[in-house]
């Protein structure tokens, strides 16, 4: 299958901005997504980019994709306690019905 | 890496029958597995966490006798939609762990179509 790799742990200080990075292998991919799981929940999509976008910006969130190396970023500005959770990057397989999931990065926001 | 295989990827059932879905970490023991279903607007709602030997957890609003979970083996798990019905169509995906260090690693997911 797709291989979707992330850094598993990420710390920083309120305030700042994070930076959470994917890699992918799969160049056929559609749309690529980000997820949080807070603590005890399900899966919350987060934003989304279509491959054809380098970049999409909601409010706090940056997403950048760099699709010749295949790799995808999730920026935080301002982060803020409530921001720790699990962050997946996922994305959809050619078929259009298949879902390749990063292993999950996990922030910890220090006040 | 981890591997996680999920089977079927697709399934179409008629009402009413029960559908069996597999997940399997093939080259880690999972002692933790867990099973989501994909809902409009494509966030994945957690359905159930399941330990290996034990009874699984469901989310509240999550029907237990429907939905069965069973985790026989750190590297398998099922999840069966018994006497399913067509709101049940849906994609559902597992993931698995072998603890909170590891990572979780995920399934490709089941395309469930309930005509």
């Known amino acids: 299958g797709e291989d979707v790799e992330q850094s598993l742990f990420l710390s920083v200080r309120e305030g700042d901005s994070s930076v959470i990075n994917c890699t992918y292998t799969?160049?056929?991919?559609?749309?690529l997504y980000w997820y949080k799981q807070e603590p005890g929940a399900g899966l919350q999509l987060l934003t989304y980019?279509?491959?054809?976008?380098d970049m999409k910006q909601d409010q706090r969130l940056t997403v950048l994709l760099n699709k010749k190396d295949k790799h995808l970023s999730l920026r935080i500005a301002d982060t803020q306690t409530g921001d720790s959770a699990i962050y997946f990057c996922?994305?959809?397989?050619?078929?259009?019905?298949?879902?390749?999931f990063g292993t999950g990065t996990s922030l910890t926001v220090i006040p | 890496g981890a591997v996680v295989s999920q089977h079927p990827s697709r399934v179409i059932c008629k009402s009413g029958t029960s559908v069996k879905i597999e997940c399997r970490s093939l080259?880690?023991?999972?002692?933790?597995m867990f099973w989501y279903r994909q809902f409009p607007k494509k966030s994945l709602m957690l359905m159930a966490t399941?330990?290996?030997?034990?009874?699984?957890?469901?989310e509240q609003g999550v029907e237990k006798d429907k939905f069965l979970i069973n985790h026989a083996s750190l590297t398998l798990s099922t999840l069966t939609v018994t006497s399913a019905h067509p709101e049940d169509s849906s994609f559902y995906i597992c993931?698995?762990?072998?603890?909170?260090?590891?990572?979780?690693?995920f399934g490709s997911g089941t395309r469930l179509t309930v005509v």
């Open positions: 993931s698995a762990t072998a603890g909170v260090l590891e990572g979780y690693t």
């Open positions: 799969d160049s056929s991919s559609t749309y």
């Open positions: 980019i279509f491959s054809n976008m």
């Open positions: 996922a994305e959809i397989g050619n078929t259009g019905n298949q879902f390749y």
């Open positions: 080259d880690f023991q999972a002692t933790t």
């Open positions: 399941s330990n290996e030997g034990s009874k699984a957890t469901y």
